[in-house]
């Protein structure tokens, strides 16, 4: 009998630093998976966020850089435009991307830059300690909306997925969650239609991944899980919003 | 090629390309944009790549991206512009690689104005960013000279692993001058394999290279400024250029100037001499690292009797020049700023005030 | 030997195309130069100028307070620059359009109607050339061969437009000598 798991070659051995129940791991896995699967580690180049994930570097096998925060997405431009042969994806989270970084990923997507971008969406900031983030849901507490977040004073979250796709450049776009299996096969097909469509050197993709952050959240991962599904795919829908098959 | 009569900010362009460095990214602003629109027209005719980005925060960290790429890579921009990239050019710094910027100084603080201006001395020689590092900073005072110090800046900021920057006033880049272009450079980045994302498969490799600045560890982190602190010693010992004018004879004051402000100090000092006055200068050529020993030793010369730092801006080499000259002479400035440049005539008056 | 020109007018009239080709001719004739514009917000219309500086040794500041020559396009220029002038330099003055005088005994004035003679070549927009011409005849700052070579060289890519540029260039010569 052969093996019937096993570790991605582009997964390194070091054991991560994420909290328990955190779906990271999750998402790092997938990535892993689509990049052995497509036999594409001795070209990649990945480049971190500033975040929870600022460290990946140390679990997988391939290049690297670290990005300042929320600028992956022109890093990944500048190393794209310049070695176009290489795939370059970005992995960011919604601080990353969606506050400080929103102008670069807003661009890239608009010229319609040829890397992948995944985003990890959890509606809280991590590393620094659980604050507010744009996609932070109405009235969830967090560190900075201890009373919850009150829409009239800080506005609705922003749906990056939805707000991306209205760009008239193609792309490929489209929002998942790793909060089940079954959800969790939907992402992985994604993410390796995101890369493919970079291979065929066809668009700009980005998956978002709708996640969860027992720490930040004060949950048990358990009910992460479980307030994910009830609060945040209403309002996060799932889906493929674009591709540039349609038109 | 013979001389052409060329723009500074074109001719920059071109030297870059010259330089073997084929991409560029910018964002426009007064007074460089005619590096871009040169470059939006050459780049796709030498198969080069040119991008114009959505902000200047946003092209320092292309040209990180594409540095960590192990490409050629630089961009232009001025004051305002170049305090935006400070953010880039303090990951890139700390991330050693090598990537050129050019700074086409204008008035400031906050908008300023658009005129030439040397205001941006301090942020470029002694960092600009956050944290420790520096940058190899070349000032030109001709578009001729403004072209070889970018043909010389690539292989320096890839010897160093720094990034190099063109500190040039809004006159270098404005102004039209007969230039003659080197022959192109065929010096090919040597260790970029060393550390350099360009994937593995490029240099043929089983193990990953990481261009990172996070050091979480204190020792680490120490350990690493210490790398990068030997970097600007070397440079200190091995990058040291200026030139002297007029040192020969007893000069009674000593200018310390550099770029477009030097050639009006050059116009002083011939002036004066015709009038039997003797006046010496030391143009740095490299502004970091800064010519301190060759100062010192101008002003320490018997005859002289003081030194005078000639800028257009506040002053602010003036503290490098009184570093220099540790005390022996009195150590003056001279300068003025959003875009007035000072005259011969004027420096010529400070110098027989300095001297009454 | 040092000589500076400025060439100052409007917006739009090709003041900074005059010495760019004043400049491209003196480079040819070996002399070293340097162009500086003004360069900002008066770009679009109101004064525009630009100074060529040119000399038998390596231009020392390229910034002029008192130029030797001075090419006055419209009233504003001539009102504003003409007090600056070294003694012995010659004033151009686009008569046109200009109904004053330059206010100075010690100086050369040469006054040319550029507009009413480029309309007569056909052409208003070769006025600019017509002066040039002029003062360059009249200040004899370079060869006229040389300048003539200047123009070719500028226009090497609309090549239909030199033949026009050439009359321009031997109507301004004239209009030099005749006044």
């Known amino acids: 009998m052969g093996k019937t798991f096993q570790k991605p070659e582009a997964l390194s051995d070091a054991i991560t630093h994420y909290c328990p129940g955190c779906t990271h791991g999750v998402a790092h896995r997938l990535v892993a998976e689509v990049i052995d699967e497509l036999g594409i580690r001795g070209r990649t180049v990945g480049i971190g966020p500033v975040g929870c994930a600022v460290m990946m570097y140390n679990y997988f096998t391939f290049d690297f850089q670290e990005a300042a925060h929320g600028r992956a997405p022109a890093m990944a431009t500048g190393a794209k435009r310049v070695r176009p042969d290489l795939i370059v994806f970005t992995y960011q989270g919604d601080g990353d991307l969606a506050s400080i970084g929103l102008s670069e990923i807003v661009h890239a997507a608009n010229r319609g830059e040829k890397f992948t971008t995944i985003f990890i969406n959890n509606a809280v900031y991590g590393m620094t300690g659980g604050q507010m983030a744009p996609t932070t849901m109405p009235d969830q507490r ?31 776009i489209a929002r998942q969650a790793l909060i089940k299996p079954k959800y969790i096969n939907r992402a992985k097909k994604a993410i390796k239609k995101a890369f493919t469509y970079q291979i065929e050197n066809r668009c700009f993709g980005l998956v978002e991944l709708i996640s969860t952050c027992p720490t930040n959240w004060g949950m048990t991962p358990v009910d992460a899980l479980k307030w994910a599904e009830e609060k945040m795919l209403h309002y996060y829908k799932l889906g493929e919003f674009k591709n540039p098959d349609e038109d | 090629m013979g001389k052409v009569l060329m723009k500074g900010n074109e001719a920059i362009g071109e030297a870059a390309i010259r330089a073997g460095c084929l991409n560029y990214f910018a964002y426009p602003i007064t007074p460089q944009s005619e590096v871009a629109e040169y470059l939006a027209r050459r780049m796709p005719e030498v198969g080069g790549v040119f991008l114009q980005g959505e902000s200047e925060v946003a092209v320092s960290y292309m040209i990180f991206g594409a540095a960590a790429c192990g490409e050629r890579i630089f961009t232009t921009s001025s004051s305002p512009g170049i305090s935006l990239m400070s953010e880039g050019i303090s990951y890139i710094s700390g991330a050693q690689c090598p990537a050129v910027f050019v700074n086409i100084m204008r008035g400031g603080p906050g ?184 100062i010192n030793q101008a002003a320490s010369k018997k005859s002289c009797q003081a030194v005078l730092s000639v800028e257009m801006c506040m002053g602010q080499m003036v503290e490098d020049v009184e570093r220099s000259v540790l005390g022996k002479r009195p150590v003056h400035w001279y300068g003025k700023c959003g875009g007035e440049v000072p005259t011969p005539e004027e420096v010529m008056e400070e110098v027989e005030r300095l001297l009454s | 030997m040092q000589n500076e020109v400025q060439f100052a007018g409007f917006g739009g009239q090709g003041i900074m195309l005059m010495g760019q080709i004043l400049a491209q001719a003196a480079m040819q004739a070996g002399f070293e ?147």
């Open chain 1, 142 to 172: 967090t560190t900075t909306s201890p009373f919850g977040r009150k829409v009239a004073d800080v506005g609705m979250p922003i749906k990056m997925a939805e707000m991306l796709t209205s760009l008239e450049t193609p792309g490929y």
């Open chain 2, 111 to 294: 908008l300023g104005g658009i005129l030439p201006s040397q205001a941006d001395y301090l942020q470029s020689t002694k960092g600009g960013g956050h944290g420790d590092y520096k940058l190899l900073v070349m000032a030109p005072a001709s578009v001729q000279e403004a072209v070889e110090m970018v043909m010389r800046a690539f292989p320096l900021a890839e010897k160093y692993r720094n990034p190099v920057m063109i500190l040039g006033d809004g006159l270098i880049g404005q102004m039209m001058e007969p230039v003659e272009f080197p022959d192109h450079l065929k010096v090919e980045p040597s260790n970029k394999n060393e550390w350099a994302t360009n994937g593995m498969d490029t240099r043929k490799s089983k193990t990953r290279n990481l261009v990172k600045t996070m050091y979480l560890n204190p020792e680490e982190l120490n350990a690493h400024n210490l790398k990068l602190k030997a970097k600007y010693e070397q440079m200190a010992r091995e990058e040291i250029l200026y030139e002297n004018y007029n040192l020969d004879g007893k000069y009674k004051v000593l200018i310390v100037s550099y770029g477009t402000m030097s050639r009006v100090c050059r116009t002083a000092i011939d002036n004066l001499k015709a009038n039997g006055l003797e006046v010496g200068m030391v143009r740095p050529q490299h502004v970091f690292p800064f010519p301190h020993q060759a």
């Open chain 3, 33 to 179: 130069v340097v162009w500086i514009p003004s360069y900002g917000p008066e770009m679009r219309g109101g004064t525009a100028y630009c100074t060529v500086v040119t000399g038998d040794r390596p231009i020392g500041s390229p910034i002029i307070r008192n130029p030797r020559h001075l090419v006055a396009m419209n009233r504003p220029s001539l009102e504003k620059f003409a007090p600056s002038v070294k003694a012995g330099g010659v004033i151009f003055i686009n008569s046109s359009i200009i109904s004053i005088d330059a206010g100075r005994d010690d100086v050369d004035v040469l006054k040319v109607p550029i507009i009413e003679l480029a309309r007569d070549l056909g052409n208003v927009k070769v006025a600019n050339i017509i002066a040039l011409a002029a003062f360059v005849a009249r200040s004899k700052i370079v060869d006229f061969a040389l300048l003539e070579a200047a123009v070719k060289d500028k226009f090497s890519e609309k090549e239909k437009l030199i033949p026009l540029n050439m009359k321009a260039l031997e109507e301004g010569r004239k209009a030099a000598l005749k006044s």
